[in-house]
């Protein structure tokens, strides 16, 4: 069996690839800007002519050495036509030559003709590139996903300090080829099928469009018995409806209608792909996908003749959608691998054509503003002042709920006209000194983000206020003087000066997006706006609209309902059972015990038992005890069932519905201290619930000629909660079965039928694919051809299992110390030390060297990204995400040395945590994080350099920091940073490299470390494990002299000899040479006499404990000639006594050698 396929036990969800390739699968980096011609190049305005927008290039010289602008402003774009649609992938930036003017940030826009741009966004966010620190440096940017355009617009937004806007600009791609058709709102393209009929259990369909119409039919099929798909745009979102084998079709529930995207009426290009596998459907709209299943009673789609797109022909035909044709166009159209368009273009005779259908897009030049601001925000136009009446006309889409739309005041002091959106309704308000104000309105929830036309005719006395061209809802008002139309216009706001402007605002600014803007039956060129030749305006963004739908996808959790401004998102948990800002935490509490807490009594309660996680609450009872909470959960069969006589072969069943989810129960079960379903019957002379005892296992194969089983019977029940030993094999002559120590069952191989077994499944531990009569239970120590698979890891990821099982290392896992992994073994376990900074058996054996003046051991972190050449990143961007919330310190030290370093810890961000002693012996962790700033935490209970060894641990999770040291708690702290970024080495003694120190840990370093260090942990890192186990294999560097030692021992040494003479070159202290000799002389007569002392005591210990070894071995002689070999029981007992002699021949041995 071919191990790849082995180890899955996740449920696979069906997908299929996207047609098309990327711009990563080819090449596709050329420079497309060198070699245009300088028409190509135009600007919102040039310094001089030698600054002209044609010297653009990048690395040319010519002009002024690039392009600037007369002024330095955000208002400021260099653009760029490409000659054709291309697809683009990357940038690059310059400075203008020789100067002191470079962009140092931009943004980027792209369009297809000049109008309706659309900004570069990543991770749905307006991406801002870095630009330039300096003339003639080239910053290149590769995009995360292409882009489809002609034209490209550089805006700037930050540049040099000391100069002013200066660019030179590259862009890199390849051709862009692809297959266009253009639908009017009245054609569609017919797709013809070979048959009459076309029966299909698998779809694939791909396109992109592009329109301004929120309605109209792409595609649409449909069979006389039912079945039938539609995909069509509505209000602006994409919804496809699907209906698979059902006759009844207006009477039925199997109609599927799902719902993607928003906003897509903008005149860009959105993608569409559409699969469906049977029952399956996976719909995708741009980045967004929706998998569902269809209701149909068939897993066939059956359709009749034809398949259309951009709308339906011949509309009243059963089951069709009254809806508009498409009007707009779209790109790549296949279906099931068919290339729909370039058959039209071709003229084949599969595709019908209905109307006018042309094969390239034809754009309407529209330029949409976007308002930004919600206080400086405005637009000024000028009409043309006392003309009889008033004509005004434009369209608008928003998320705000109020906003001013249009202020002007009218001539010959006929009054002032605003119109404004109030609580999602539109109001138009006139104004005069000597009459009453007349309000009028019209439209509800028209902050809906579509787009929403606004006329206004004023005809001496009469005024109309016209909302989305339906006259029939059309509002009107009389006034009692005529309405001469004003002078100046202002829309979505009005400036800071009145007196000036004349413009009054009752409401907030608008946000939002206008376009075909019309005053007196006249289009307003609001290009010639941002050139600055007609009006004013401020705060604008002009040829583009920057709407968002910030409900997609919808972040409020658990049903609720998102709502939106311009700004901001908003849900409604009403009826969701949650609360909070996105509906995240319960209103209800985790179990019956928590509403104890609460003086609850008995009664039924909604409990949450995952608190916020994706589980809804359950309804149950809470039966409230003295000494016991006990949950109950109803079911539908609670009444008394009479059963009238059952046999093994036809058992009689029962079902039971709870009020709840599998996932619901399992949850609380998992939470439950004890857990019981309780069963009550009345019954003569039968036996309830007589469920067979599993005493045998089998083990069934099919290698070509039907299943072959072998079947071992056990004595005893194999469900006793012990261990058993299965092994199954097959080879080409055999197939058997061992259970235990039970006999082998053996087959032999069949005469005919596959030599190997062809198997293209995923492997099944515990269960199929169904998950039906699955295993409950334990495994461990599953091996297939030799080849262990790693259950543990796997079950981590698996819903229903759960890593880890009672076995060895359940029995004596604590046997592994100091963060030691228990490892299960057939036979018994071992302990992994690789991520503890001891080892040993039982990673219980410290490792622990001699430091002397000038050692030091650095470790090097890996970065957390690769370092690109891109010479203008910034050390931010390559390690922002590479953070530490954490830090799991514990050493050991003994010295007679302060100050000295033990520990440094620095990052790429220059924060550092140091960890040494001051001079007067205290001990000192210093900490420095960006938002804390330098915090020194000092502990001063007693001199630490005073030869002994010294424990400590630093511990901080997220905010909070606690220090032990020699096990005692010395101090607790909560910092307002919780993050230390970018780790980039660790150091054990003197730092050499040339790192800037503050002052206290500079004079530390001075004197580095002389002593022994132990046992030195650093999260799962133990780097001094490593400098002495691994040098040439871990990141590790070893500078002076670095020597193997037991701090215990020196300890012990130092404590238990008479006298000790220190040398030169002794860690731990020095001789004083000024110290008279006469001191020594003095202490020989003593010195003597304990030594003789201590001889004669050793004497008489030697004697007692040779005369007890000799009784005891006389007696185990003895009892080793009565007692037979005994066996352990079980491998559990078995592995627990041979611990016990280890021990205990470990203590003879001790006890022998002293």
């Known amino acids: 069996m071919d191990a790849r396929a082995l180890g899955v036990f996740t449920l696979l969800l069906f997908s299929f690839g996207h047609l098309g390739l990327t711009a990563t699968n080819y090449n596709c980096d050329t420079a497309l800007v060198s070699t245009l011609p300088s028409t190509a190049f135009t600007s919102s305005s040039e310094l001089f002519s030698t600054h002209s927008p044609s010297f653009a290039r990048l690395n040319r010289r010519e002009g002024a050495g690039g392009w600037s602008p007369l002024g330095s402003n955000e208002q400021e774009w260099l653009q760029i036509d490409l000659g054709d649609r291309v697809e683009i992938v990357a940038v690059a930036t310059q400075g203008r030559y020789g100067s002191s003017d470079w962009v140092t940030s931009y943004m980027l826009m792209f369009s297809d003709t000049g109008r309706n741009w659309k900004q570069y966004r990543q991770d749905d966010t307006i991406w801002v590139f870095t630009g330039n620190s300096n003339a003639d440096g080239v910053v290149h940017h590769k995009f995360l996903h292409s882009v489809k355009a002609r034209f490209v617009r550089f805006v700037p937004l930050k540049w040099s300090l000391n100069g002013r806007i200066g660019l030179r600009v590259e862009v890199f791609g390849c051709s862009y080829k692809s297959d266009i058709a253009d639908f009017d709102g009245r054609s569609s393209l017919l797709y013809r099928f070979n048959q009459k009929l076309m029966s299909t259990f698998k779809d694939v369909v791909s396109l992109k469009f592009k329109s301004m119409q929120g309605d109209g039919v792409l595609f649409h099929g449909e069979g006389q018995r039912g079945d039938y798909i539609t995909l069509e745009l509505q209000e602006g979102k994409l919804s496809l409806h699907i209906n698979l084998g059902d006759s009844n079709l207006h009477f039925s529930n199997s109609h599927m209608s799902v719902t993607l995207g928003s906003l897509l009426d903008d005149q860009h290009w959105h993608s569409v792909l559409i699969e469906r596998f049977n029952k399956q459907v996976n719909f995708t709209v741009d980045k967004h996908t929706q998998h569902f299943r269809t209701k149909g009673d068939s897993d066939h789609l059956d359709i009749d003749y034809e398949l259309s797109f951009g709308g339906i022909p011949v509309p009243g035909k059963p089951g069709t959608f009254q809806r508009k044709n498409f009007h707009g166009c779209i790109e790549n159209l296949y279906y099931n691998g068919v290339n729909i368009i370039d058959l039209a273009k071709r003229r084949k005779p599969q595709i019908y054509t209905v109307g006018n259908v042309t094969f390239s897009c034809s754009e309407p030049q529209i330029v949409p503003i976007t308002f930004v601001s919600a206080s400086r925000s405005y637009l000024l136009l000028p009409g043309t002042p006392q003309i009889d009446g008033l004509s005004v006309s434009f369209q608008f889409r928003t998320w705000n709920k109020d906003?001013?739309?249009?202020?002007?005041?009218?001539?010959?002091?006929?009054?002032?006209?605003?119109?404004?959106?109030?609580?999602?309704?539109?109001?138009?308000?006139i104004q005069k000194v000597t009459e009453k104000p007349v309000e009028i309105s019209a439209g509800t929830n028209l902050h809906d983000g579509l787009w929403h036309s606004v006329n206004i005719n004023a005809r001496r006395h009469r005024i109309t206020l016209t909302l989305d061209n339906n006259s029939a809802t059309a509002a009107h008002a009389t006034t009692v003087s005529r309405i001469y139309s004003g002078n100046s216009y202002y829309f979505g706001g009005c400036p800071d000066n009145f007196t000036d402007s004349r413009c009054l605002n009752p409401v907030a600014a608008f946000q939002g997006c206008m376009r075909l803007i019309f005053i007196d039956n006249q289009p307003k060129d609001l290009v010639l706006v941002q050139q600055g030749s007609l009006g004013n305006f401020s705060d604008l963004h002009i040829d583009l609209c920057g709407i968002k739908d910030r409900c997609l996808p919808s972040y409020c959790e658990h049903g609720?309902?998102?709502?939106?401004?311009?700004?901001?998102?908003?849900?409604?948990?009403?009826?969701?059972?949650?609360?909070?800002?996105?509906?995240?935490?319960?209103?209800?509490?985790?179990?019956?015990?928590?509403?104890?807490?609460?003086?609850?009594?008995?009664?039924?309660?909604?409990?949450?038992?995952?608190?916020?996680?994706?589980?809804?609450?359950?309804?149950?009872?809470?039966?409230?005890?003295?000494?016991?909470?006990?949950?109950?959960?109803?079911?539908?069969?609670?009444?008394?069932?009479?059963?009238?006589?059952?046999?093994p072969e036809k058992p009689y069943t029962m079902s039971f519905n709870y009020n709840s989810s599998t996932e619901q129960l399992e949850a609380m079960i998992n939470s439950a201290e004890y857990c019981e379903q309780e069963a009550a019957y009345h019954c003569k002379k039968s036996r309830l619930l007589n469920t067979p005892t599993p005493k045998e296992i089998t083990f069934s194969i099919d290698v070509g000629n039907g299943p072959m089983e072998a079947t071992v019977q056990s004595p005893t029940p194999l469900n006793d909660n012990h261990w058993h030993y299965v092994r199954a094999e097959r080879n080409l002559k055999q197939t058997s079965l061992q259970v235990d120590s039970l006999p082998k069952k053996v087959l032999e191989a069949p005469a005919e039928g596959h030599f190997r077994l062809q198997l293209n499944s995923q492997l099944f531990v515990g269960g199929t694919a169904s998950r039906q009569k699955g295993f409950l239970g334990c495994i461990r120590s599953l091996h297939l051809n030799g080849q262990k698979l790693d259950l543990e890891e796997r079950a981590k990821m698996t819903p229903g299992v759960k890593p880890g099982c009672p076995g060895h290392c359940s029995s004596y896992g604590s046997l592994c110390h100091n963060g030691g992994k228990c490892v299960e073994k057939y036979n018994g376990y071992s302990c992994d030390c690789t991520n503890s900074a001891y080892e040993g058996p039982f990673c219980k054996e410290e490792v622990s060297a001699l430091f002397e003046a000038g050692t030091s051991i650095t470790y090097l972190f890996q970065e957390p990204y690769p370092v690109t050449k891109n010479a203008s990143t910034s050390s931010s961007a390559i390690y922002a995400d590479a953070v530490m919330s954490k830090e799991n310190i514990a050493f050991s030290f003994l010295t007679a040395h302060a100050p000295s370093l033990l520990l440094y810890v620095n990052t790429y961000f220059h924060e550092y945590?140091?960890?040494?002693?001051?001079?007067?012996?205290?001990?000192?962790?210093?900490?420095?994080?960006?938002?804390?700033?330098?915090?020194?935490?000092?502990?001063?209970?007693?001199?630490?350099?005073?030869?002994?060894?010294?424990?400590?641990?630093?511990?901080?999770?997220?905010?909070?920091?606690?220090?032990?040291?020699?096990?005692?708690?010395?101090?607790?702290?909560?910092?307002?940073?919780?993050?230390?970024?970018?780790?980039?080495?660790?150091?054990?003694?003197?730092?050499?490299?040339?790192?800037?120190?503050?002052?206290e840990v500079s004079k530390a370093n001075a004197y580095g470390f002389t002593g022994c260090l132990s046992s030195v942990q650093y999260n799962h890192i133990a780097p001094l494990k490593a400098a002495?186990?691994?040098?040439?294999?871990?990141?590790?560097?070893?500078?002076?002299?670095?020597?193997?030692?037991?701090?215990?021992?020196?300890?012990?040494?130092?404590?238990?000899?008479?006298?000790?003479?220190?040398?030169?070159?002794?860690?731990?202290?020095?001789?004083?040479?000024?110290?008279?000799?006469?001191?020594?002389?003095?202490?020989?007569?003593?010195?003597?006499?304990?030594?003789?002392?201590?001889?004669?005591?050793?004497?008489?210990?030697i004697i007692a404990i040779m005369t007890r070894f000799l009784y005891q071995h006389k007696q185990a002689h003895r009892s080793s000639q009565t007692k037979e070999k005994e066996y352990p029981e079980n491998l559990e007992s078995s592995f627990k006594a041979d611990i016990d002699l280890q021990n205990t021949v470990s203590e003879c041995k001790r006890e022998y050698f002293i």
């Open 403 to 429: 906003g001013l739309l249009l202020s002007t005041e009218l001539s010959e002091n006929s009054g002032l006209i605003l119109v404004y959106l109030h609580g999602g309704r539109l109001t138009l308000l």
């Open 560 to 647: 609720g309902r998102c709502s939106q401004s311009w700004t901001t998102f908003y849900c409604d948990c009403n009826d969701t059972g949650y609360m909070g800002a996105t509906c995240h935490n319960s209103i209800y509490e985790q179990s019956c015990e928590a509403y104890r807490h609460q003086g609850k009594s008995s009664g039924f309660f909604y409990i949450d038992s995952d608190g916020s996680g994706p589980l809804g609450p359950l309804h149950v009872f809470c039966n409230i005890t003295e000494d016991k909470i006990w949950t109950a959960v109803q079911h539908n069969n609670t009444e008394l069932t009479r059963v009238h006589g059952a046999d």
């Open 1028 to 1101: 002495l186990r691994h040098p040439s294999v871990a990141p590790v560097t070893v500078k002076g002299s670095l020597t193997e030692s037991s701090c215990a021992s020196i300890v012990e040494a130092d404590v238990n000899t008479v006298t000790t003479i220190y040398s030169s070159s002794d860690p731990f202290g020095k001789t004083d040479e000024r110290e008279p000799l006469t001191n020594a002389v003095r202490s020989d007569s003593a010195v003597i006499g304990g030594v003789i002392a201590v001889v004669i005591f050793i004497i008489f210990c």
């Open 913 to 999: 945590l140091a960890v040494i002693l001051s001079k007067n012996g205290s001990l000192q962790v210093r900490y420095k994080l960006s938002k804390d700033g330098l915090l020194i935490f000092t502990i001063d209970s007693g001199n630490f350099a005073n030869r002994e060894l010294h424990h400590v641990k630093i511990n901080r999770e997220g905010r909070e920091l606690v220090i032990e040291v020699d096990q005692v708690l010395k101090l607790k702290h909560n910092f307002s940073e919780t993050d230390f970024k970018a780790i980039k080495s660790l150091t054990l003694g003197k730092v050499t490299d040339s790192l800037s120190l503050d002052p």
